[in-house]
């Protein structure tokens, strides 16, 4: 049975990239928590959250959170308002650090690596793990200097790789023909679908390996969400993406990998297709076809 409402769009759902292997048989619910884990042994992982709990002060946010993310693909995070997608996201490279007064427990992992070890420069993991906001934040400076931003306070003085790179992250967020004769023009006059194609280009050249997205077309109109969709299925050939969305549709069309939130609570991950033709857990079923949440 489609779960999904058969709303405009959809259709697209059938020629949905598949992820580059299946995963294993025999997808196994976490027998501690009502979390499930996918395995995805045969995917090269680039994260995984082991037992991961969050707290805003008193408040848990997250509670014993299992996740793998495989390299190179695109994984979304879906689930009812307020369920952790968003402080899931930001755990990933530490925005929530900014936020007084939260703690987690658990193990994040980057390539393996705990990325909350004392050892961690945090800058560097940012760099590593970049970040793309639901309102698109470009600052109030040139095109170019939007882009060359992270070069500068990098300190790269050299100006035909700073040009370069500017030129590239613009290429490859699929704005350089629409801005490659204004770029000394304030990024503010840009249109929204632009300036979140711009801060997505910022975001790139950093060179990251990991793009979080945190509803990245959720301020923008159909032809500039599309806009951003494409974009999204080509960069995930470079980059491994996680993105918090509240359009199935669009979870359905750009992700491999879909997992679903609720109340804090991590209750399935699986291939997008799956979890939402054969979802396994009832919440599940019942929050894509839009009985609850
Ligand atoms: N800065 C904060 N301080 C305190 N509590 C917070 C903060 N940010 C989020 N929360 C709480 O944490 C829980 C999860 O919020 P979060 O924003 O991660 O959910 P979400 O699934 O992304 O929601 P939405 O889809 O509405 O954006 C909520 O109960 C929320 O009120």
Redesign the pocket.
Known sequence: MNLIPPQAGFAQATAMPQATQPPVAGQAHSSTSTAAVSDHNQQKLKIETRHMNFF??S?Q?LFDINLKVPERAVTALI???????????RALNRMNDI?EG?RHTGDVLLDSQDIYAPRIDVVALRKRVGMVFQKSTPFPKSIFENVAYGMRIAGIRNRSFVQETVERCLQQAALWNEVKDRLKDSAMALSGGQQQRLCIARALATNPEVLLM??PASALDPASTARIEDLIIELKQNYTIVI?T?NMQQAARISEWTAF?CQ?RLVEVGLTKQLFFKPREKETEDYITGRFG
């Open positions: 805003y002060g408040h946010a689930g009812p308002s307020g369920c952790g997608k968003s402080t899931y996201l936020i939260t945190d509803e918090v509240h939130f804090g």
